[in-house]
């Protein structure tokens, strides 16, 4: 049974804590994914992949974090982009918070991949550790996912809002997904650093979105998962 960290009473709690439960908290954002995607993609997959990963680890989910740097997407309507600094010192806050509570066993597990973005998660575990005796897995699902690239199952150039994105939404929420089915690319010149993708990617993906399925998506799903089960227990047991 998966359990909603802020569905329990602070008693419930407290008899959590004692059983030594690990807290995931999911992170996504609020951004463009193409034409056919919500701007919530990534909260979506954040919370359905905690969700399913608590079921495997006895896990308390958290409430998800809906917003990351975003800020390479902020010429496409919808994309809220927040600050390196807000990332880091929410995660890092909550993570305290968790570890004041008694918590000692946490997952942060962001759907969002941008470098920016993970660097802040990865600096708040950082701060949050450094007096305290916890243990933090921190990373990005897509990490897992796109190991999958160039064998066969998914292309080698497979990107935000692609094959495997939207496979994985049509397998967690399959009435968030229009159908259109847009292919684009990311024509950014080598080495340059823009704020502006748009002019580079016109559709606002990378891939060809008309190759996913929701069957794809749960084998993506159920292998990001189980590698998922397989680093926590290796870590906190």
Do not use: W
């Amino acid at each position: 049974m998966v359990f909603s960290y802020d569905e329990l009473t602070f008693a419930s709690f407290e008899t959590e804590v004692k059983a030594g439960r690990i807290c995931i908290l999911p992170v996504g954002a609020t951004e463009e994914h193409g034409k056919h995607l919500p701007l919530c993609s990534d909260t979506v997959q954040a919370t359905s992949t905690a969700r399913a990963l608590a079921e495997r680890v006895n896990g308390l989910v958290l409430p998800p974090l809906p917003y990351g740097v975003s800020t390479s997407l902020r010429d496409f309507p919808g994309t809220i982009s927040i600050s390196f600094d807000s990332v880091r010192y929410v995660v890092r806050d909550v993570l305290r918070e968790l570890i004041r509570n008694g918590i000692r066993k946490i997952v942060v597990l962001s759907s969002h991949g941008a470098q920016a973005h993970m660097a802040a998660i990865r600096t708040a575990c950082d701060e949050a550790t450094e007096q305290s005796d916890v243990r933090i897995l921190a990373l990005c699902d897509y990490e897992i996912a796109y190991k999958l690239r160039g064998t066969g199952l998914i292309p080698a150039d497979d990107g935000h809002g692609g094959m495997v994105e939207t496979s994985r939404m049509l397998a967690y929420a399959p009435e968030l997904v229009t159908g259109e089915r847009p292919v684009g690319k990311d024509s950014t010149p080598a080495f340059l650093v823009s704020r502006h993708k748009r002019k580079f990617m016109s559709e606002g993906i990378i891939g060809d979105s008309s190759r996913a399925s929701a069957d794809l998506g749960r084998q993506i799903n159920s292998y990001v998962i189980e590698e998922l089960v397989t680093a926590v227990k290796a870590v906190m047991g």
